[in-house]
């Protein structure tokens, strides 16, 4: 079974920061996804991405497959940015039920 | 709104009583899924399905029983409710496989076992 480690797990910043948020896994995946969960609030899935950087406003999200790794960053951060970054990853050849889970990244903005 | 809906949002239960979470989705998606959320882990699997009238156990099963009886609504039971199952469930799908497609998620149900 895959392990994904997620880093850091606490990150408090300042409005207009850049931010990256760090996503490591063990086993070859064919895809990593990145959710985002608001404060008592539903899930979001934000990129699903199988290889090189995928942006949509201010978010980017980079993999890189031979390393493992994977990087969400935030530009210009504003408070309502304020949420859980969950990352998952579908190992190779994997089923249904094949998404392991990240146990989030806690992101706090200040204004 | 499209989207995938759960009800109810909150319940309390002591234990041994038995309920129903009710997850249903306008999407026309094959694949459904039960996750509960627990502090300081990461979503687990329950249950999921790959259709109408088929079921399958995910990383967590015990104590839940699953039904799809039709393509838009998954159904997780709680027959005799245990404070372990005091979590935040989510009910998600996707038009294929997860992690093939992206997942659309219910807004979470609160499940409090006293």
């Not at chain 1, 064919?30 to 406003?57: D, E, N, R, T």
């Not at chain 1, 935030?74 to 990352?87: L, M």
């Not at chain 2, 997850?23 to 627990?38: I, V």
Request: hydrophobic residues 35%.
């Amino acid at each position: 079974k895959n392990e994904v480690e997620q880093s850091p797990q606490n990150l408090t910043a300042q409005e207009g920061e850049f931010i990256t948020i760090n996503c490591s896994y063990s086993v070859g995946i064919s895809a990593l996804h990145w959710l985002q969960q608001h404060p008592g609030g539903g899930i979001v899935s934000l990129f699903m991405l199988s290889s090189g950087k995928k942006k949509h406003g201010r978010l980017i999200a980079t993999i890189n497959i031979q390393e493992k790794h994977s990087s969400l960053h935030i530009t210009a951060s504003h408070p309502r940015d304020s949420a859980v970054y969950i990352c998952a990853v579908r190992e190779s050849g994997g089923g249904a039920d094949g998404l392991t889970f990240g146990k989030g990244t806690h992101l706090i903005i200040q204004p | 709104n499209a989207g995938v809906t759960q009800t109810p949002k909150f319940r309390v239960l002591k234990t041994g009583q038995s309920m129903t979470l009710l997850c249903a989705q306008d999407m026309n998606h094959e694949y459904m899924y039960w996750y509960r959320q627990d502090p300081g882990m990461g979503l687990r699997l329950i249950h999921y399905s790959v259709g109408e009238g088929t079921t399958a156990k995910g990383e967590v099963p015990d104590g839940y029983n699953v039904s799809r009886l039709k393509k838009q609504n998954f159904l997780l039971g709680l027959e005799s409710a245990a404070p372990s199952q005091t979590s935040v469930y989510f009910c998600a799908s996707s038009y294929q496989a997860s992690g093939a497609n992206v997942l659309t998620f219910g807004a979470g149900s609160r499940l409090t076992v006293l």
